[in-house]
């Protein structure tokens, strides 16, 4: 796979996709979301990858933000026209079923934040730093800002973020529920591939279903999310990696999966 803005590489069941434009701190123009719809589209459909890390390259930036210098060019009825970056929601969120993680390197501010937002979840170098900065260009978080930031680090935090601009280092980040966790800068990246690497591990079925019951706990009341959790439970134990999970424990080896 051949593309300008990004780096893809397969290592093993993990898919690692490098933001690559250092040059700009990795800001994000429509032909790196387009590049990164096709990659997470193509992630999606393959069978032997079985997590995915996103990182930016560079030793400062996961991402600046949506890219200010193709903003800038553009007017209202162009990006209502093009419904900005919605494609991108639809590609990225609602397509991909199967686990990824933001490794975050260094700034993360406005788009760069969201994107990192939509990950499952968060590895932080100690440098990295988070921020809604839109409101210091007349406009405002558009790609999940004002929404997933807020039910990550709770209304207060992600108001003042909002409305100030300003960044959260990463301890912040890390006690305010952001990130899982803060690994020191030069680390940072093995530790997500390592971490991925452990998610691939697991039976792929049982993946699925978690992520799934997890990110229902953001859509719906909480009875109908207890429900949707034990639909899925007992959906996988018609699994045969469950008769097989079970059985290496009782047996005392390690399971082998099947991915069904
Ligand atoms: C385009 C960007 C950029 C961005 C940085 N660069 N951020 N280009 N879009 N978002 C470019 C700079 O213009 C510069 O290139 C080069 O990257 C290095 O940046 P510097 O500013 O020289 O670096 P530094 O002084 O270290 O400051 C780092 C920084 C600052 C604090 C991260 O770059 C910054 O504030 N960037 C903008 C952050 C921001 O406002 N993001 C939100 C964007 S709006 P040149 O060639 O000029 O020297 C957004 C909306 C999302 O994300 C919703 C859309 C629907």
């Known amino acids: 796979m051949n593309y300008e803005n990004i780096l893809v590489e397969q ?20 032909e790196v979301l387009r590049e990164l719809g096709e990659v997470f589209a193509a992630y999606e459909a393959d069978k032997s990858q079985r997590c995915l890390v996103i990182t930016g390259s560079g030793d400062k930036a996961f991402a600046a933000g949506a890219d200010i210098k193709e903003m800038v060019e553009k007017e209202t009825v162009d990006f209502y026209l093009e419904d900005f970056f919605s494609g991108w929601q639809r590609n990225v ?11 975050v390197n260094g700034f993360a501010l406005g788009g760069g934040c ?8 968060i590895i932080a170098s100690d440098k990295a730093r988070f921020g809604q900065p839109e409101i210091n260009l007349g406009v405002a978080p558009g790609m999940g800002g ?35 966790r803060v690994v020191p800068h030069d680390e940072m990246l093995n530790d997500a591939l390592k971490t991925a690497a452990a998610i691939a591990s697991k039976p792929p079925m049982a993946a699925l279903a978690t992520k799934e019951m997890v990110d229902a706990a953001f859509e719906t009341t909480l009875e109908l999310g207890l429900k949707h959790e034990r639909r899925l439970f007992q959906i996988l134990t018609a699994s045969e990696d469950k008769v097989e999970g079970m059985k290496a424990f009782v047996e005392k080896r390690e399971g082998q999966w099947k991915g069904r």
Do not use: Y
Request: proline content about 3%; glycine content about 6%.
């Open 11 to 30: 290592r093993d069941a993990v898919t690692l996709v490098t933001l690559n434009r250092p040059q700009s701190l990795n800001a994000l123009n429509s």
């Open 93 to 103: 969120v609602h397509g991909t079923r199967k686990p990824w993680i933001a490794a």
């Open 146 to 180: 004002s929404q997933r930031l807020t039910r990550a680090v709770g209304k207060a935090k992600s108001m003042e973020m909002c409305l100030t601009g300003r960044m959260m280092d990463a301890a912040e980040a890390e006690s305010a529920g952001l990130v899982a």
């Open 114 to 121: 969201e994107l990192a937002l939509m990950a499952d979840f």
